[in-house]
Every structure is written in C-alpha cells, then in structure tokens.
C-alpha cells in the first residue's frame, strides 16, 4: 500500500491506497507550528483504528504548499513510519512540460492536479481547484502547463466580508433556494455562492478564449461540489484528483526505476 500526503494552507489530507483504490483517508487542520511527534502520533491513531499499521506500506509520497510544516512532516514519517518520504517536485519528478516564465513558481500541487487530470481525460483542459486559494490551470492539448489564475477562495472571501461589516453575521456556505434572499444570512448566501459561481464561470471563458478553442474543465477540492451543483460549467468534478495524482507519480517513478534497473 501507499501513503499519500497533501499538505495545504488550510488542511492535511492523508490517502491510503492499494493502486489507484483508495482504502482510508483522513484530514489535520494545517498548524504550522505542530510537531513531528504530533504528526506521528496522528497517524498511528488513524492506522490502529483502520486496522493497519507501518509495515503495511511500501512507500509515502508529499505534496505541499506550506514549506514550514515540512520538517516536522518528514520528521515523523522517517521516525513513526521508517519511511524516507518521496516529496513532489524534489525527489519525486513530476512529469509534465512547465511553461511558466519562472517554472519554481508554480505549486506543486498544482502541477500534480495538471499531471493527473491530463492523464486521466487528456486535453486542452483547464483545472479548476477549490481550495484555500481557488487556482485556474491550463494544460494544452500534448500536455504541456500552460499556467492559468488564481483568485481568493470561496471561505476567504466570505470571512472578509464578515471581518469588514459589522453587521453582517458569520454564516455557513449553502446554496440558498433563491438568488433573492428575504433575511441577511440567505442573502449573503446567494451572493457569496452565485457571484461566486459567476466569477468561476467568466475565468473559465476567459481562458478558452484565449486559449482559441473549448476544453475540458475539471473541478477538483472540498466545494468543488457546491459550486457543481448550481452550473453546469464542469465536465468532471473530482475530489480525489491530488491524491490519485500523486499516487500516478509514484507509479511513473516505479516505472522510472525499473527501466534504469534493466538498462544496467
């Protein structure tokens, strides 16, 4: 089995896979400044409660946004696991032509959701990723990375909104019944969620028409599903699209290894 680690600014999401099945998951808030021992600790809870343990996996592979918490992270995956942990972007290539004008910019998370989303519908394709950050990425039709845009997510515009107006309450993101709300937490759902779907929408036809043709356009993240279900602007929407794809790297470096084994 495989363990597979997607550390984000607001969580951690942690994959057990046996091939491209997925087992078990679970999530951390992303603290930055949490200990390898705290890290450890959660983990062997997970694996106990699922009914597995250390020497049931044969490697772990990180992606990540947040360059602080990578020690403790990789402290406690050598220490908990006795693993060496393979990272996306260092010692575990990610395969795919990056056009960016300085290609380190790029996260490497959203080279992997690119990688995977090629893989798995081909292109031209354009991968929408809600997330802290909500990212637009473009992969032309050889699968190359073209780049894309990002905008401020969904919870972060709404906690700014809650920050910046005193009367207006904290609410939770819901897809109210209509666009015309009658009380002020129905209201500002129905401008938080359209407007927000409306923004989605005018960058994705942005980017075609720059582009100079249609494409494919898959949704990927926690509210990738809120938003799907008010448009009818994705041809995918697919929640597992970091995790599958850092488990496809990881068969491409299996791969990698065999054909320079055999090349000997």
């Known amino acids: ?140 039709q050889t699968g190359a990375y073209l780049g894309g845009s990002i905008y401020p997510g969904l919870k972060i515009s709404l906690e700014a909104l809650f920050n910046a107006a005193a009367k207006l309450p904290r609410i939770e993101i819901a897809v109210p019944r209509k666009v015309i709300g009658k009380d002020t937490s129905s209201s500002m759902q129905a401008g938080i969620v359209y407007g927000y779907a409306g923004v989605v929408q005018n960058l994705i036809r942005q980017t075609e028409r720059e582009l100079g043709s249609s494409a494919l356009v898959v949704a990927t993240g926690g509210l990738s599903g809120l938003i799907s279900e008010i448009s009818g602007m994705f041809d995918h929407v697919d929640k597992s699209l970091t995790l599958e794809g850092l488990v496809m790297l990881y068969q491409d470096y299996l791969e990698d290894c065999r054909k320079q084994e055999d090349g000997k």
């Open 1 to 140: 089995m495989l363990l597979v680690i997607d550390i984000g600014n607001t969580n951690i999401e942690f994959g057990v896979f046996s091939g491209m099945e997925r087992k078990a998951n679970f999530r951390l808030r992303t603290d930055r400044n949490i200990t390898s021992d705290e890290i450890g600790l959660h983990c062997m809870q997970f694996l106990s409660f699922q009914g597995m343990n250390p020497a049931d996996f044969e490697d772990v592979v990180i992606t990540s946004v947040v360059p602080q918490i990578m020690y403790s992270m990789t402290s406690a995956i050598r220490k908990y696991l006795r693993k060496e942990p393979l990272v996306a972007g260092e010692n575990l290539p990610i395969p795919i032509r990056n056009l960016y004008d300085n290609p380190k910019e790029v996260g490497a998370d959203r080279l992997v959701d690119s990688y995977a989303a090629y893989k798995k519908y081909g292109g031209p394709l354009i991968v929408v990723d809600f997330g802290t950050a909500t990212t637009f990425d473009v992969v032309d």
